[in-house]
């Protein structure tokens, strides 16, 4: 089987690109691996809920269950959520798509197992990292001196320009996106060494620029590409996110593979094992992704191979057998699925192919950071409530992006409560923070559109247009034009990163906002222009960015708090604002009228 042409797989060598495999199996994992996980996430401001960015510790909790008690090495699970206090405060944690049957990954009757386990560390946010850091160079140490593997999982928000994981914070009570801890491809490498055997596995946004580093010579499984966002599942109605897409893809490998093996026919299972290869094993995980969701080229898994051996067996298969890990699975408590809807990521579903978005029912929050900005207030209490709702109701109606996005999973939730409950009227500092990430994404999105027109692309404007209207279809076609089209797309999309003509977030803002990126690679395509036509485009574009916007952007972002700019943050959304009279803003919108249609 060749390469499919939505995995990315970064050979060192790339005369090994296309190259047929015989067999397909996912990494075994043996008496001789070590495995030391992560998750960054922290609790703070209740970040942990599994309706804002939960859905990260869904995925720590549901490989920590499959590993429990495999008689491996040695195993260490890393962590600054206490599972008990998380119970308490929500409950359970599920995994898989909520169309569908699901399993209880954490919930209290779990708990025992978790303690007597003896393998989780509970550790304070602001010393995760370095924890992480001296853990996983103690044990490829230990691995080296024994001949081991080491396993290493790493679940946490990526980021754009870096490829950093953000691991923990820098306070135990406070956290700020930008400026909070994050691993680094070359921290990483340091604690490693350069004789450790090491597969790395990691579910965050960007990932993809781990496997592309040729001097990062890990074996590497990332669950997005470098420009791309990582994906949950779509919210439940009930449990929120339930974990990573590719985590479940992941999963379903080690399961099919089970299957596949037994149904062998013709071939000695010793002859199976010599057979079993990396590259393989990447595209069985591209086949259980594709039977999972119907937009599964949205993810642009990507691989690499630890000294280039993407011909060779992988392993043979020695002491865990695969049985011990489906039955893991099976003994966790089950969550009944919900109604099939427009959500349904599943292929199967009866309203896959049907045109409408998979992304309709969005959902919204974002982190709660403070802004490291002057907050010198010229506006009542009142009129700041009655403000920033008008700036989310305008978000609002902006097709503002898919709830299950990374960026999206929190700061959507809260939009949503801002809108449809009086929860932050009497919560300034929230509602504050609120405020300033909506004008950071609305002036982001205008900015899209000022670029559109400076060039000359005859296109909507970047809050009329919903980015999931217009590459969900072309995701579900398999017509050889709708996938010409994704690959124009793709390219632009990353020229227009790699230029960084759009401002990344600052402390308080969120998570960087991708939107206006994605819209302006849309407009480029919808115009016909050739690559070079585009690449000159966006040349001038980035001279407009470097010498006249960006000074101006960041003179604008360290200077006074957004309100003192109302006027000028408004504008993008005016029109919205005057169909909302004064007593409509101040009112209550029900929950199924938040957000504009794809």
């Not at 290493?152 to 980021?159: A, P």
């Not at 006074?560 to 000028?568: C, Y």
Request: contains cysteine; charged residues 25%; aromatic residues 8%.
């Amino acid at each position: 089987m060749a390469d499919p042409p939505s995995l990315n797989f970064y050979p060192k060598d790339t005369g090994l690109r296309g190259i047929e495999f015989a067999a397909r199996c996912p990494p075994d994992v043996i008496p001789r691996t070590r495995i030391v996980a992560v998750c960054g996430i922290t609790n703070i401001d209740d970040r942990a809920s599994p309706t804002e960015d939960g859905w990260f510790l869904s995925d720590f909790w549901m490989f920590n269950h499959l590993f429990r008690n495999a008689p491996v090495a040695n195993q260490i699970w890393l962590t600054c959520c206490n599972p008990r206090l998380l119970v308490e405060q929500y409950g359970r944690y599920a995994h898989g798509n909520p169309c569908q049957e699901r399993r209880i990954v954490l919930e209290e009757q779990l708990l025992v197992a978790i303690q007597e386990a003896g393998t989780l560390r509970i550790v304070e946010p602001r010393i995760l990292l370095e924890r992480f850091l001296k853990t996983v160079e103690d044990e490829c140490k230990e691995a080296v001196k024994n001949g081991q593997e080491v396993l290493l999982l790493v679940f946490g928000h990526g980021d754009g320009d870096t490829y950093g994981v953000t691991i923990g914070s820098n306070s135990n009570t406070e956290f700020k996106e930008v400026s909070a801890p994050r691993l680094r491809v070359n921290r990483l490498k340091v604690a490693v060494g350069s004789k450790a055997r090491c597969t790395l596995l990691m579910t965050s946004c960007y990932s993809g620029g781990w496997a592309m580093k040729p001097d990062l010579n890990f074996t590497v499984i990332t669950a997005a590409g470098s420009t791309v966002e990582s994906q949950s599942w779509n919210a439940s109605l009930t449990r929120g996110f339930s974990g990573s897409i590719v985590a479940s893809a992941i999963r379903d490998a080690i399961f099919a593979t089970e299957v596949e093996n037994e149904g062998a026919v013709g071939m000695a299972h010793e002859e199976l094992v010599e057979t079993e290869t990396y590259a393989e094993m990447g595209c069985l995980i591209h086949d259980c992704l594709k039977e999972n969701d119907r937009f599964h080229d949205k993810h642009e898994i990507s691989f690499a191979a630890q000294d280039d051996k993407w011909t060779m067996a992988w392993r043979k298969r020695t002491g865990i057998p695969l049985a011990f890990f489906k039955g893991k699975w099976e003994e966790l408590s089950v969550l009944p699925a919900q109604p099939d809807g427009y959500s349904n990521r599943d292929p199967s579903s009866s309203l896959a192919n049907s045109g409408s978005s998979a992304s309709d029912s969005l959902r919204l929050s974002e982190t709660r950071v403070g802004s490291t900005t002057s907050r010198t207030l010229t506006k009542t209490a009142p009129q700041i409530y009655s403000m920033v709702r008008a700036l989310a109701a305008g978000y609002a109606q902006s097709s503002p992006g898919a709830d299950n996005l990374s960026s999206n999973t929190a700061f959507h939730t809260k939009v949503r409560l801002l809108l449809t409950s009086e929860k932050y009227r009497d919560q300034m500092d929230d509602l504050l923070t609120l405020g300033y990430t909506l004008s950071y994404r609305l002036e982001s999105m205008a900015m899209a559109t000022s670029y559109k027109d400076f060039v000359g692309l005859s296109y909507p404007d970047c809050a009329s247009c919903g980015i999931e209207a217009w590459t969900d279809p072309l995701y579900e076609s398999n017509e050889r034009e709708a996938k010409e089209k994704l690959s124009r797309y793709r390219e632009a999309r990353d020229m227009i990163h790699a230029a960084k003509i759009f401002s990344a977030a600052s402390d308080g803002q969120g998570y960087t906002y991708l939107k206006p990126r994605d819209y302006l690679a849309i407009a480029f395509v919808e115009s016909g222009r050739t690559k070079r036509e585009v690449e000159q485009a966006i040349g001038a574009l980035k001279e407009l960015h470097t010498a006249i916007l960006a000074p101006k952007v960041e003179a604008v972002r360290r200077g006074r708090w957004f309100l003192d700019k109302a006027g000028q943050i408004l504008k993008p959304v005016k029109k919205t604002l005057r169909s909302l009279s004064p007593r409509k803003r101040g009112s209550v919108i029900p929950s199924d009228q938040v957000f504009s249609s794809y």
